[in-house]
């Protein structure tokens, strides 16, 4: 068998066992919750939706990328928050609860929202014939692989909240080393194109997700958040499922090289996400240390 049609699959199935993981972890309650910040919920979509894919067009531009490599930072950009959102939140501060939120909105959000940005930088990025945009056949697949193993997740916690109570950490944990081993495996395979693409394209990857992270902090404090609420937005925004950008490129479009940005991507953001996590805290450790003003006497 083909060793990409090996990785494929194995992604498939890493993808699922992720998504499934993340719903034992989902409740109602979850998505009730999103109503008692409408502020944060509408700042955090409106960037995931709208500011983020503009964003990711003018770096596009302002880069000069190839059509491949813009499609395939755009389909990056069209991406929900990561589960890794959720750890590094927890790690820096974060209100971790309005990123399983988020997280769970998003999600829901870009199975109607990632086919269409996908298809427009399609059709706007690559000449008739080169890639074949999205199908109703493969829209439905990731549907499937998006939504129903969450659905599951939640239907499991849902009948057997103690059984889920005792595997979420568990799963979760399996679920990421399956996940790393697929990633690992599939940039090996391709590490001779990954190296040479980065070159091109590895400025603005860096780029796009330093702003993904930088906007949704700066703009949410801007907004009068209070930096828990402003730190889980940030990591929301800025810690993309490039797991799925990657299955959408291999699986449902068929090419590798429109995977390159999100692989590039699943590296880069584990070393800028540390680092941004560490300035938000060292922020708010200098904003609780700062000297009142004296008073004149």
Excluded at 90 to 109: D, P, R, Y
Excluded at 148 to 164: D, N, T, Y
Excluded at 236 to 265: C, K, M, W
Aim: aromatic share 8%; glycine share 8%.
């Amino acid at each position: 068998m083909d060793g990409t049609v090996v990785i494929t699959r194995a992604l498939f199935g890493a993808l699922a066992l992720v998504m499934f993981g993340l719903g034992l972890s989902l409740s109602l309650a979850d998505f009730r919750r999103l109503a008692q910040h409408p502020k944060a919920v509408a700042i955090a979509l409106l960037l995931q939706v709208g500011g983020l894919p503009l964003a990711c067009y003018a770096i596009v531009l302002a880069f000069g990328m190839p059509p491949v490599f813009a499609v395939g930072l755009m389909l990056l950009a069209a991406s929900p928050g990561g589960i890794s959102a959720n750890l590094f939140s927890h790690l820096f501060g974060g209100n971790v609860a309005m990123n399983i939120s988020l997280t769970a909105a998003n999600t829901v959000l870009s199975i109607f929202t990632l086919p269409l940005i996908a298809n427009w930088a399609i059709a706007h990025f690559i000449q008739s014939g080169q890639l074949v945009p999205m199908q109703t056949g493969k829209l439905l697949e990731v549907v499937a692989i998006v939504l129903v193993p969450v659905l599951i997740g939640m239907a499991v916690a849902s009948r057997r909240p103690a059984f889920a109570a005792r595997m979420e950490k568990p799963f979760k944990v399996f679920s990421a080393g399956v996940l790393a081993v697929v990633a690992v495996l599939a940039i090996a395979k391709e590490w001779s194109s990954i190296s040479v693409a980065f070159a091109q394209i590895g400025p603005a990857v860096l780029l796009f997700n330093l702003l993904s992270l930088g906007a949704g902090y700066g703009l949410s404090r801007a907004a009068g958040l209070d930096r828990p609420l402003a730190t889980a937005i940030s990591y929301e925004i800025g810690i993309h499922n490039s797991t799925l950008a990657i299955f959408v490129a291999l699986s449902v479009l068929g090419s590798y090289q429109l995977a390159l940005p999100a692989a590039i991507y699943s590296v880069v953001m584990y070393l800028t996400a540390p680092l941004f996590g560490l300035l938000l805290l060292r922020g708010a450790r200098g904003a609780r240390t700062a000297p009142a003003a004296v008073a004149p006497n």
